[in-house]
């Protein structure tokens, strides 16, 4: 089926502060930690861009691998759709800077789900005969879509932003795609939505609605059980388990539904906020570091997203 190669993730410079956000929603220093969980997390500056995130961390990926841009058959932009400038291909631009001109740029939009329906399209596209490599590119500039001045908006006050870029092959993956699942609850489309306010979209939350952390779990159970089934694995099987980092007690809460120790997953609310669609590679990354990653390792990806769609995807360790 073929996997990932290879992965860079990338972090902005620029920071939210917890102190700014409380000054400008009126909203409590401590109730805003118990969303945040840290004082600063890394945000988009108003002079950086997404898709020049993408585009260094792609420069390293491509620096370090054996893929050349001449090898690049896809280009894939993923994340919400809200690019760097309106009406506009950052694939196609990414590639204009990595001088990969014999592929094909396109963007998918599934918000923090994206990076995971882009490495599906690209892996089934590698998978009916195509040769080279796919590259994906995951970021976002959510942080900028937070409107600190509204108290409302307060479950947002996390969203941070950060870049990755993902090599895939058909061949001699590191971690090879074994299974993906995802679906898509409808009943919750206008749970959150854009407007523009003060010459800059902003996202707005609708009339609060309860049992949308009940949809998390219960939508997340549903697919590792598909995820399991399709690869003939058991829940104790799980080596490792990342999930985007949106909600620290829904996370934990997931882990407990599955009978999975917290020692399973990653933790990074210390330090980051909720990363957008690279959250679960940031996790991944970090395992890599520590060298906690052993040949034969089972490694699912939960990620989820506005809309509101879920998805799991099964990995190897190969290495």
């Not at 410079?13 to 400008?24: D, G, K, S």
């Not at 009406?87 to 963007?107: N, Q, R, T, Y």
């Not at 089972?298 to 509101?308: E, K, N, Q």
Request: one cysteine or more; charged letters at 25%.
């Amino acid at each position: 089926m073929g996997g990932i190669v290879d992965f860079e993730v990338r972090l902005p410079r620029a920071r939210a502060a917890v102190h700014r956000m409380h000054r400008e929603s009126g909203v409590p220093v401590e109730a805003i930690r118990e969303i945040t969980h840290t004082d600063e997390f890394p945000v988009l500056g108003e002079a950086e861009r997404s898709w020049r995130l993408a585009a260094e961390a792609a420069r390293a990926l491509l620096g370090r691998t054996a893929a050349r841009p001449g090898d690049v058959r896809q280009v894939i932009f993923a994340g919400s759709a809200e690019w760097d400038v309106p009406f506009w291909s950052p694939a196609a631009k990414v590639a204009a800077e990595l001088g990969i001109d014999d592929a094909h740029c396109f963007e998918v939009a599934n918000f923090c789900n994206a990076g995971t329906v882009a490495t599906r399209i690209a892996l089934d596209r590698l998978a009916g005969g195509g040769d080279g490599y796919a590259l994906v590119l995951i970021a976002d500039r959510l942080g900028q879509l937070v409107d600190y001045a509204d108290p409302a908006s307060k479950e947002l006050f996390n969203f941070g932003d950060a870049a990755a870029a993902v090599l895939l092959s058909g061949r001699d993956a590191a971690f090879e795609v074994l299974h993906t699942a995802m679906r898509t609850d409808p009943s919750w489309a206008d749970y959150y939505y854009g407007e523009q306010r003060d010459g800059r979209l902003v996202i707005r939350r609708g009339p609060h609605r309860p049992g949308l952390a009940d949809a998390y779990v219960d939508n997340f159970t549903r697919l590792v059980e598909e995820t399991l089934n399709a690869v003939g694995g058991k829940r104790d099987d799980v080596a490792h388990f990342l999930i985007n980092q949106g909600d620290r007690r829904m996370h934990e809460r997931l882990l407990r539904e599955l009978g999975l120790s917290q020692d399973r997953s990653v933790f990074n609310y210390d330090r980051l906020g909720h990363m957008g669609g690279a959250d679960t590679l940031i996790a991944l990354d970090g395992l890599r570091e520590r060298r906690a990653l052993r040949r034969g390792d089972l490694i699912l990806l939960a990620t989820s997203a506005m809309g509101f769609s879920w998805g799991v995807t099964a990995l190897e360790y190969t290495r």
